[in-house]
């Protein structure tokens, strides 16, 4: 079950098309920013608010069309 | 089928034209997932410029053709507008309800619905953004006003109700989307093709055949072709849209924002080339005129390029192929001339589409064995694309950004 950020997008990748993370991108662009969070770089490690890590979440169920397990 | 208005093929510059504006074949892949990526990015306020943007080209194609054919009445020029709509793939329009202060027009045939539905099983809110803003363009050169005389609503959609037809409406407002100032050809150059061995692809015999072909609307304004529905769409068109998005995204978020949007930009040209490079060299009238001429798969490279001639792109030539690359290298690449007609010298490469096509090309070749004639559909996409491998590019020259050509370097990863 995706609990990080990573996880969330390595989901992502594998239940969405090929350029899933690249369309989360456009979606969470703004908070992105805030956060000072590169999602084209994400890593194991890397940390966000949870603020954010829930929209990343939002904007990958829209993407793969179904939810992300929780 | 003989049609009451000149298209016109400009050989030495690799375009068509109608009234003054370029038109290009695009493929409803292309179509949908442009405009998805643009409505992707919720705080953008895009639905003006993708309405803006149609109005432009209809307004400007119009006046011109209207001007050409000394059409005087706007019974004459209704039946020429929609005529053009449908030969162009983009749907039916009977625009006969619309008069000077606007009216209401329903269609049971529009692309973008139906490519939504055809792609994605249908959308959350309407997304005949396009015909919206083509629809009010064509009723302002109808009636002999100014670009932007019409405000625009469109509330009801086939790709996001039940409803059987989309529903459009005009009234005499102020226009709800910039009016652009339309760019037609745009600054074209002397080409002066590069000397390059393709035998045995013969790249003007294929040319002259593809262009020779009747790719045209049927009755209902929709053009099947090459296991995809085609428009004959607008090169301003394109170009307008993704510039726009472009622009909005780094004047919100600097650089950020082009990192964001580039990529998707790309994407659509690579699904648009696997699914209509892709068809047409799994086509019979590949099969018949071009294919037996092949037998190496740089020659499927040469063979699809000199295809791609006839798409109103510009002029695509390639050179150095082989599994590891090939360079390739446009004259006139649209979005390039686009970009200098519209915004004037670019400060970064915008051939997208290009780029998008080229690796896209290439994947087809060397890494989907398009030869085997595989199923094009998403399962194929997702194997060849979710692992590591395939093909990347670098745009080495850019015509829009001073660059007599534009020349994309693709290489394998």
């Known amino acids: 079950m995706p609990k990080t950020l990573y996880e969330v997008l390595q989901w992502a990748k594998e239940n969405g098309e090929v350029k899933a993370v690249d369309r989360i991108r456009v979606f969470v662009?703004?908070?992105?920013?805030?956060e000072g969070v590169i999602l084209a770089a994400v890593n194991p490690k890397t940390a966000c608010s949870r603020e954010f890590l829930a929209e990343v979440r939002k904007a990958a169920e829209a993407v793969v069309g179904k939810p992300c397990p929780n | 089928m003989?049609?009451?208005?000149?298209?016109?093929?400009?050989?030495?510059h690799r375009r068509c034209f109608v009234g003054g504006e370029p038109m290009l074949f695009?493929?409803?892949?292309?179509?949908?997932?442009?405009?998805?990526?643009i409505q992707d990015a919720y705080y953008i306020e895009s639905r003006p410029f993708l309405i803006g943007g149609a109005a432009e080209v209809a307004h400007a194609q119009l006046l011109s053709l209207f001007r050409e054919l000394h059409l005087e009445s706007a019974a004459e020029r209704m039946a020429v507008a929609s005529e053009l709509y449908r030969w162009a793939g983009f749907g039916t329009f009977d625009l006969s309800s619309l008069g000077p202060d606007g009216?209401?027009?329903a269609t049971t045939s529009s692309h973008y619905a139906m490519a939504w539905r055809a792609k994605w099983h249908g959308a959350s809110s309407p997304v005949c953004l396009f015909a919206s803003g083509w629809l009010a363009g064509a009723a302002a050169a109808v009636f002999g006003l100014p670009n932007g005389s019409f405000n625009v609503s469109h509330e009801t959609c086939r790709a996001s109700s039940e409803s059987p037809t989309c529903i459009f409406e005009l009234a005499?407002?102020?226009?709800?989307?910039?009016?652009?100032?339309?760019?037609?050809?745009?600054?074209?150059?002397?080409?002066?093709?590069?000397?390059?061995?393709?035998?045995?692809?013969?790249?003007?015999?294929?040319?002259?055949?593809?262009?020779?072909m009747e790719i045209v609307g049927d009755a209902n304004g929709v053009i099947p072709a090459f296991g995809v529905f085609l428009t004959r769409h607008y090169a301003n068109y394109y170009n307008r849209i993704s510039f726009e998005f472009l622009r909005s995204a780094i004047a919100q978020f600097g650089d950020a924002g082009r990192e964001v949007v580039e990529p998707l930009l790309i994407e659509?040209?690579?699904?648009?080339?696997?699914?209509?490079?892709?068809?047409?060299?799994?086509?019979?009238?590949?099969?018949?005129?071009i294919r037996p001429n092949l037998t190496t798969r740089?020659?499927?490279?040469?063979?699809?390029?000199?295809?791609?001639?006839?798409?109103?792109?510009?002029?695509?030539?390639?050179?150095?192929?082989?599994?590891?690359?090939?360079?390739?290298?446009?004259?006139?690449?649209?979005?390039?001339?686009?970009?200098?007609?519209?915004?004037?010298?670019?400060?970064?490469?915008?051939?997208?589409?290009?780029?998008?096509?080229?690796?896209?090309?290439m994947n087809l070749v060397y890494y989907g064995d398009i030869a085997s004639k595989p199923t094009l559909d998403e399962t194929f996409y997702d194997r060849l694309f979710k692992g590591e491998g395939g093909y990347c590019a670098k745009v080495e020259r850019s015509q829009a950004m001073g660059d007599d050509v534009t020349v994309i370097h693709v290489r394998h990863v």
């Open chain 2, 2 to 12: 003989s049609t009451s208005f000149p298209a016109i093929l400009d050989a030495a």
């Open chain 1, 29 to 34: 662009l703004p908070n992105a920013l805030r």
């Open chain 2, 103 to 105: 009216g209401s027009v």
């Open chain 2, 172 to 212: 005499r407002a102020a226009a709800n989307y910039p009016v652009f100032a339309p760019v037609g050809a745009g600054p074209l150059t002397e080409h002066r093709p590069r000397s390059i061995d393709t035998a045995p692809v013969d790249y003007e015999g294929i040319f002259g055949a593809l262009t020779g």
């Open chain 2, 26 to 37: 695009h493929c409803h892949h292309y179509n949908t997932f442009l405009q998805r990526s």
């Open chain 2, 298 to 361: 740089e020659h499927w490279v040469h063979g699809m390029t000199a295809a791609a001639n006839a798409l109103g792109w510009g002029r695509w030539q390639v050179r150095e192929v082989s599994t590891r690359g090939a360079e390739f290298i446009l004259h006139d690449d649209y979005e390039s001339i686009g970009h200098l007609g519209m915004y004037g010298r670019a400060q970064n490469n915008v051939s997208y589409l290009a780029e998008g096509g080229a690796i896209g090309l």
């Open chain 2, 268 to 289: 659509a040209g690579h699904v648009c080339a696997f699914n209509t490079f892709g068809g047409i060299m799994t086509s019979s009238e590949w099969d018949a005129l």
